[in-house]
């Protein structure tokens, strides 16, 4: 079957650092994409992986185990408008052609 | 830029109604994507299709159907809504390019459905 875990809620305060981490067990794997969504908004992509290793995107970092099914999103310098919904996404195939799975998101919430 | 356009922002409709929801992409896109997103579930893959006319079941297509006429447009049906359709509907298209493997997908602003 097809599982991708990340943590529900996390809170952080202005200017911290804070990693979201994500693990995933699915049958195949095409890449990992990380997305924010603010709430009432639609989702908006921020990272993808698909080698081992970080990926970084000026505060947003986005790191890869494949080995380890393993995921993280590193967000720097934290601001208010970074409190949102961020979702880990696995690009797996399917009978035909690929889709992404999406794991059930983590709540960020940054206060002052 | 992409741009996903979903014909509703909200709908309200009555149980054992037939009910169509609009996708339209600008992007001459393949692939285009149905999702419903649920408070603890997150978002679920309903249908997909990678080009006209032709279908995939995703992860819970039970109660739905999809038609795909033109490349541009993704309609997702439900024949007889029930309550446990309410939900946030999210379209999404993507381009399936050996070029652009980590295309992302482009999302619309969802149709937020709710049956009574």
């Known amino acids: 079957g097809q599982n991708i875990d990340q943590p529900t809620e996390m809170t952080a305060t202005e200017g911290a650092i804070v990693q979201i981490n994500c693990t995933y067990q699915?049958?195949?794997?095409?890449?990992l994409f990380w997305y924010q969504q603010h709430a009432g908004e639609a989702p908006t992509f921020l990272s993808y992986n698909v080698l081992d290793g970080l990926e970084e995107k000026g505060r947003f970092s986005s790191f890869l185990s494949r080995s380890k099914g393993y995921s993280y999103l590193l967000l720097k310098e934290l601001q208010m408008k970074d409190s949102a919904s961020y979702l880990c996404a696995v690009r797996a195939p399917r009978e035909a052609g690929t889709a992404l799975i999406f794991g059930k998101g983590t709540t960020l919430s940054v206060s002052s | 830029d992409v741009k996903v356009t979903q014909s509703s922002r909200y709908l309200v409709k009555r149980t054992g109604e037939k009910v169509f929801l609009e996708c339209v992409q600008d992007?001459?896109?393949?692939?285009m994507f149905w999702y419903r997103q649920d408070p603890g579930l997150g978002l679920r893959l309903i249908y997909f299709?990678?080009?006209?006319?032709?279908?995939e079941k995703g992860d819970i297509p039970e109660g739905y159907s999809v038609s795909r006429e033109k490349k541009e447009r993704f309609s997702l049906i439900l024949e007889s809504a029930s309550t446990n359709q309410t939900s946030m509907y999210l379209c999404?298209?993507?381009?399936?390019?050996?070029?652009?493997?980590?295309?992302?997908?482009?999302f619309g602003n969802g149709t937020r459905l709710t049956v009574t």
């Open positions: 299709s990678y080009d006209v006319k032709m279908k």
């Open positions: 699915t049958s195949g794997f095409n890449g």
């Open positions: 992007m001459d896109h393949e692939n």
């Open positions: 999404a298209s993507a381009s399936p390019r050996q070029d652009s493997y980590n295309s992302p997908l482009h």
